[in-house]
RNA sequence: GCGCAUGUGGUGAAAUUGGUAUACACGCCAGAUUUAGGUUCUGGUGCCGCGAGGCGUGGAGGUUCAAGUCCUCUCAUGCGCACCA
C-alpha cells in the first residue's frame, strides 16, 4: 500500500514528529543557556558575541508569517556563531506597555496586564513551534515589576543628572552628564545656593539643568488619544503615528528629557557605528545640526524703547545682502507693531495660528504676511530694513527671526517678489563665513552658534498603561525623587484605566493622567530623611511612553536577575557589561562596543534607535557602562509582504479562495466566479491575506518554513509571501533526509561509498561559499548553494545507491543553523551522540577550490561566440591559440584579420576583427 | 522640490575587481518509474526565428577590446525629509 511506502519519508508528519522531539531534547538539557562569566559552565576561551532583535510587542492579533523574519534570521546567525566557537547571547523579550494593550483592554474590559500576559503566552507558544534558540533564562517583560524597577531606576539617575558642556566626556569630546550633586556643590562653593534662598527656587533652579525636568512648554497635545505626544511620535501631516488623530500645539506643563545636550555626540558617533546609511542619515536630518551665527539687530520698538531682534543663519557673509527681516507669528516682537499695524498684524496672525499644519503644507511655497511698520538696523550697514511677519518662518526653528537676503535665498526672494519688496541684487559679500562671524563679534552683535533641528523629548504621557514616575512632590509643589528603596512604583490596581479621550478635535480639551483619580495611590506620607520627619506628599501621576522600556532592554538580557539594590547599585553587572558589550572585543568597525548585531525594521530609525543611544550616553558618562554606544551593528530586514483582492466594491475577498485564471495570454483572478483586483501590499486580518506561522509550519514543518523564509529573497528586502512556493524549500529538506533515510525501509542508505574527487570540489566550494554569505547576512544565496550540493548528491546516490559520509557531515552541519531539528535527526541516524549544536563548522580544504580546467568564453568583438575548456594554469599563448583553433571561432572569424587579442587568464578571450 | 533605494525570464530572484547574463527555487514541458492522486528521478525551459542567426538586465546616450556592473541624462516604483534660514 501507498501508506507503507511513505512511512519514512520526510512528509508533514514527519516533520512535526521531529520538531518536537528535538524541542523537547533542547528543553531538557538546557541546550541554550547561555553561561556568563560567574557560571559554572562558562568557557573563557570562546569569544562573546551578542546577537538580538527588535523585541515584540505581543498585539493581541497574533503573528503573521512576516513577524518571525528577522528572529529566523538572527537564530540562524545565532546557531552559526555557535557552531564557530562563540559564547553566543540570545534571547526575546516582551515590549510590553503601551496603547495598543490599552486600547484592547478597554474594548474587552480586561485589565491591560491580563491581556498582555496572555498575549505574551500566546506568542511565545507561536515562536517556540520555530524552534528559536533563544536563552529561556534570559526572557523577561518590560511590564515585569523587576523590570520596572530599573527602568525607575534609570529615569532617577538620568532626573539626578546635569550635562556639563564643559566636562570632557569618557570618550574626549566635551560634554558629559554629571551627577547634579557636583552642580549643587558648585552653586555652594560660588555662594549662588545661598542666594537662591529657599528650596522652592533651588529646586526650580535645578529643574532647569537636570536631564529629566519639568518644564511648561508647547508639546504636541492629541485629543482623540488623550494624551500628549513626542514630536517623533508626530507624523509630517501634524496627526498622531497612532491613530492618525490631530494634533494641536499647547503648552502644558510635562516632563521633558534633554536629548538635545546629546545632539553634538549623537551625531558624531553615528561615524562608529556600523548600520546602514539610510539610517544614519535620518538620524542626521532628524538631529539637523547647522552651524552658523546669532546676529543681534536693535529695533526701535518706539521712540524711547528698543529691542533686540536675533536672528539666525548659516550664511552670516551675505549680512550686507539683507533687505528686509521676517520674524515668525509666534515671535515675541510682533508684541509691539506700529500703531497703523496693529489691527493688520492681529488679523495675519490669528489666521496663520487657526491654520492647520496640512493647510500649512498646502501652502508652503505661497508666500504671505504682513508688515510690522517696525525696523531693524544693520550692524554692519547700518541700512533701516523693514520688518515683515510671516508663516514661512517657523517659530520653533532658530531663533523664530531671519534676515531675509532676497539675492541669495529664494524663498525670501519669492517673499520679496510677492510684496514688491526692494532689494539689492548685487552686493558686497563678507571673504569667508569665519572673517563675517569676527567682525560680528568684535561689534558685539553676534556669535559662533549651531542650531539643532531636535527638540527635547517630551516624556510625560497621561495614560495609565505605563511606567509610573518614581516622583512625588511636597505641599508646595517641590519635585523629588523616591530613595531607591522605594522602588518600584507599581501601578495601583483602578476601577477605570481608559484615558480621558476628547473629540479628535477639541482643541481645549485638557489631558487628565488616569492616575490621578485614585487617591489612596497618589497621596502618600513618609520621611525623606531630609531632618523635615514624615510629610505628606503627592506622586507624579503621569506615565512614561513606551520607549522607556525599550532603551535599556538589551542591557537586561546580560544581567536578567540584577537585583543589586546596594550602595552602589547599577543596572547590570559591570564586569557582565564589559564581558558583553565592552569595547576591548574590537570584532567589527570600531571600538564603541555594544550588541554585536541588531536586527529590525526600518520604522525605529528615529525613534527607539535615537532614545536607547541617548539613554546608553547617559549611563556612560556616569560611569554605569563601558560601552560608547548600544547597538555597534544594525541590520534592517524587509518586510514580508503579500496579495489581497478586491471586488467591485473595494470589498476585500479571502486571499486564499482566490482562483489564478489563465484566459487568452492574460492572468485573471477570480472569487466565487466573480472577477477581482489583485493588489499587492502588507498582510493583515482586514486584507484577509493573513498567513500565520502555525499553518505553515502544520503543513510543512518549521524547519521548512524556516527554509522558505530565508531562501525568498535578500534579507535586507521586502517580497511576496507565496505560499506556493514554499514546497520548494520542503523538497530540498526531503532531499537531503533521502541522503541518509532509506524512506522505503527507513534504514540508512549506504554510507560507506569512498568519496570521489568531483563531490569533494562540490562540497567545499560550498563550504566556502556559505562561510562567505553567513558572514555577510545573505542566507538566500547560502541556502542556494547547499541545494546546489544536495542535488549533486542526489545525483550520485542515483547513479550508485550510496552517499559517502564524510560529504553527509559536513552538509548537515551547513544546514543546521537553517533547519536545525531535521539536521539533529539525521546527525543521530548517522550514529552521532551529541547534539550539533555545538559540533564545529565545517572549514574548506582549500585544495579542492581550485580546478585543473576552466571553462571560459571566447568573445569575437566582445560577442560570446565559443566556449573553450582549457588547464586552468595554461599560459596567455595557449588560451589565445587554444581559442582560435575552436571551429566556431574559425568559423565567425572568416578571412577577417584579427587586430588585437585580449586574454585575462581563467577570464575571458576577446578577438577584435 | 531635495535626498536615498530599487528596476534582470511567466514568478521569487543570482551574478568578487567590468570578463560566458539569468545560479537556486516556483511554475511550465517531455521522458522514465510508480500509480489513483500536491510521488520520485532524469532532461528541457530568456525572447524572436524552421534554420543559420538575431535581440536581450526600465529607456536614451557615453567610456571600454568588453557594461546588469562605471559616467551623463531620463522614466517608473518605494522610502525618508520637507518653507530648517
Not at 522505503?744 to 542508505?749: D, E, F, I, S, Y
Not at 575548456?869 to 571551429?887: C, G, Q, R, V, W
Request: hydrophobic residues 35%; glycine residues 6%.
Amino acid at each position: 500500500m501507498s501508506d507503507d511506502v511513505l512511512k519514512y519519508r520526510y512528509d508533514a508528519k514527519m516533520a512535526n514528529k521531529i520538531e518536537d522531539k528535538w524541542q523537547k531534547y533542547w528543553d531538557e538539557t538546557h541546550a541554550f543557556n547561555t553561561p556568563n562569566p560567574s557560571d559554572e559552565d562558562f568557557d573563557k576561551n570562546l569569544q562573546p558575541y551578542v546577537i538580538m532583535d527588535m523585541f515584540p510587542y505581543p498585539s493581541g492579533a497574533g503573528l503573521h508569517v512576516g513577524h518571525p523574519l528577522g528572529y529566523i534570521a538572527t537564530d540562524v546567525l545565532a546557531r552559526y556563531m555557535r557552531m564557530n566557537s562563540y559564547n553566543v547571547l540570545h534571547a526575546l523579550g516582551f515590549d510590553a506597555f503601551g496603547l495598543p494593550a490599552e486600547q484592547y483592554a478597554i474594548q474587552t474590559g480586561e485589565h491591560p496586564e491580563k491581556t498582555t500576559k496572555h498575549n505574551i503566552e500566546n506568542m511565545r507558544a507561536q515562536l517556540k513551534m520555530l524552534g528559536l534558540a533563544h536563552d529561556p533564562n534570559r526572557t523577561f517583560a518590560t511590564i515585569d515589576s523587576e523590570y520596572v524597577r530599573w527602568t525607575q531606576w534609570i529615569f532617577g539617575k538620568i532626573y539626578n543628572s546635569y550635562f556639563d558642556g564643559d566636562e570632557l566626556n569618557p570618550s574626549g569630546m566635551s560634554g558629559s552628564a554629571r551627577p547634579i550633586s557636583e552642580l549643587v556643590d558648585k552653586l555652594k562653593a560660588s555662594g549662588k545656593w545661598n542666594e537662591l534662598g529657599s528650596d522652592k527656587a533651588r529646586s526650580e533652579y535645578l529643574n532647569n539643568y537636570r536631564l529629566a525636568y519639568i518644564s511648561e512648554s508647547e508639546v504636541n497635545w492629541c485629543p482623540g488619544l488623550g494624551t500628549v505626544l513626542a514630536n517623533e511620535e508626530v507624523t509630517a501631516e501634524g496627526k498622531s503615528e497612532r491613530g492618525n488623530f490631530p494634533v494641536f500645539k499647547k503648552k502644558f506643563r510635562q516632563w521633558s528629557m534633554r536629548i538635545t545636550s546629546y545632539a553634538d555626540r549623537l551625531t558624531a558617533d553615528l561615524d562608529l557605528l556600523d548600520w546602514p546609511d539610510k539610517i544614519k542619515h535620518m538620524q542626521m536630518n532628524w538631529i539637523g545640526k547647522s552651524t552658523g551665527a546669532f546676529i543681534d539687530f536693535e529695533v526701535m520698538v518706539t521712540d524711547s524703547n528698543s529691542q533686540n531682534l536675533r536672528v539666525f543663519t548659516t550664511r552670516p557673509d551675505t549680512i550686507r545682502g539683507a533687505s528686509f527681516m521676517v520674524v515668525a507669528p509666534e515671535h515675541p516682537i510682533c508684541a509691539f507693531p506700529a500703531k497703523m499695524q496693529q489691527k493688520n498684524v492681529l488679523e495675519y496672525i490669528n489666521t496663520a495660528r487657526n491654520k492647520s499644519s496640512i493647510e500649512r503644507q498646502q501652502d508652503a511655497g505661497k508666500k504671505t504676511g504682513v508688515f510690522l511698520g517696525l525696523y531693524a538696523k544693520n550692524p554692519i550697514t547700518g541700512e533701516k530694513l523693514p520688518i515683515y511677519v510671516a508663516d514661512y518662518v517657523l517659530m520653533n526653528y532658530g531663533t523664530g527671526a531671519i534676515m531675509a537676503v532676497p539675492a541669495d535665498d529664494e524663498r525670501d526672494q519669492e517673499f520679496a517678489n510677492t510684496y514688491k519688496i526692494e532689494f539689492k541684487q548685487d552686493y558686497k559679500k563678507f571673504e569667508t563665513i569665519e572673517s563675517a562671524i569676527e567682525n560680528l563679534v568684535q561689534m558685539g552683535s553676534g556669535e559662533k552658534t549651531t542650531t539643532y533641528r531636535l527638540r527635547d523629548w517630551l516624556f510625560s504621557r497621561q495614560r495609565y498603561w505605563g511606567e509610573p514616575f518614581p516622583i512625588i512632590y511636597d505641599e508646595e509643589g517641590i519635585d523629588y525623587l523616591l530613595p531607591d528603596d522605594l522602588l518600584p512604583v507599581l501601578l495601583p490596581d483602578v476601577p477605570d484605566y481608559s484615558p480621558k479621550v476628547y473629540d479628535i478635535d477639541d482643541e481645549d480639551s485638557i489631558p487628565e493622567a488616569p492616575l490621578s483619580r485614585t487617591e489612596s495611590w497618589t497621596s502618600i506620607e513618609l520621611d525623606l530623611g531630609d531632618g523635615k520627619g514624615m510629610r505628606k506628599f503627592r506622586r507624579e501621576t503621569n506615565t512614561m511612553p513606551n520607549w522607556a522600556g525599550s532603551c535599556w532592554y538589551y542591557l537586561r538580557y546580560l544581567d536578567v536577575n540584577h537585583v543589586d539594590n546596594g550602595k552602589n547599585a547599577s543596572v547590570v553587572d559591570p564586569l557582565l557589561e564589559k564581558y558583553w558589550l565592552g569595547p576591548e572585543h574590537n570584532r567589527t568597525v570600531s571600538n564603541t562596543g555594544g550588541v554585536d548585531l541588531y536586527v529590525g525594521g526600518v520604522e525605529h530609525a528615529v525613534l527607539h534607535l535615537l532614545y536607547a543611544r541617548f539613554w546608553h550616553k547617559v549611563l556612560y558618562d556616569l560611569g554605569f557602562v563601558s560601552s560608547v554606544e548600544p547597538f555597534k551593528k544594525l541590520f534592517n530586514q524587509g518586510y514580508i509582504q503579500a496579495y489581497a483582492y478586491t471586488n467591485n466594491f473595494g470589498q476585500y475577498v479571502p486571499a486564499n479562495e482566490v482562483e489564478e485564471i489563465k484566459k487568452d495570454d492574460e492572468i485573471i483572478y477570480e472569487y466565487n466566479g466573480e472577477l477581482v483586483n489583485k493588489e499587492y501590499g502588507k498582510m493583515g486580518k482586514s486584507l484577509k491575506n493573513v498567513i500565520t506561522p502555525e499553518d505553515v509550519v502544520k503543513e510543512y514543518g518549521a524547519d521548512t518554513f524556516r527554509i522558505y523564509e530565508m531562501s525568498m529573497g535578500p534579507l535586507d528586502l521586502s517580497r511576496p509571501w507565496e505560499t506556493r512556493a514554499v514546497i520548494g524549500a520542503m523538497r530540498f529538506l526531503s532531499r537531503l533526509w533521502r541522503l541518509v533515510v532509506n524512506e522505503n525501509t527507513g534504514g540508512l542508505v549506504d554510507d560507506t561509498k569512498e568519496v570521489d574527487v568531483e563531490t569533494l570540489k562540490v562540497l567545499n566550494k560550498t563550504i566556502e561559499f556559505v562561510r562567505t554569505e553567513m558572514e555577510n547576512i545573505r542566507p538566500n544565496t547560502a541556502i542556494a548553494k547547499l541545494i546546489g550540493l544536495v542535488n549533486h548528491l542526489t545525483g550520485v546516490l542515483t547513479n550508485t545507491n550510496a552517499v559517502p559520509r564524510n560529504v553527509l557531515k559536513p552538509l548537515i552541519l551547513m544546514t543546521a543553523p537553517f533547519a536545525p531539528h531535521i539536521c539533529e535527526e539525521l546527525w543521530q541516524k548517522l550514529g552521532e551522540t551529541n547534539s550539533l549544536l555545538h559540533a564545529d563548522y565545517p572549514s574548506v580544504d582549500k585544495k579542492y577550490l581550485v580546478d585543473d580546467t576552466i571553462k571560459i568564453g571566447v568573445q569575437v568583438n566582445g560577442k560570446v561566440r565559443a566556449t573553450l575548456e582549457i588547464a586552468t594554469n595554461a599560459s596567455i599563448d595557449e588560451f589565445k591559440n587554444a581559442a582560435l583553433a575552436l571551429p566556431q571561432i574559425i568559423n565567425v572569424l572568416g578571412d577577417k584579420k584579427v587586430k588585437k587579442a585580449i586574454v585575462v587568464p581563467g577570464k575571458i578571450v576577446n578577438f577584435v576583427v
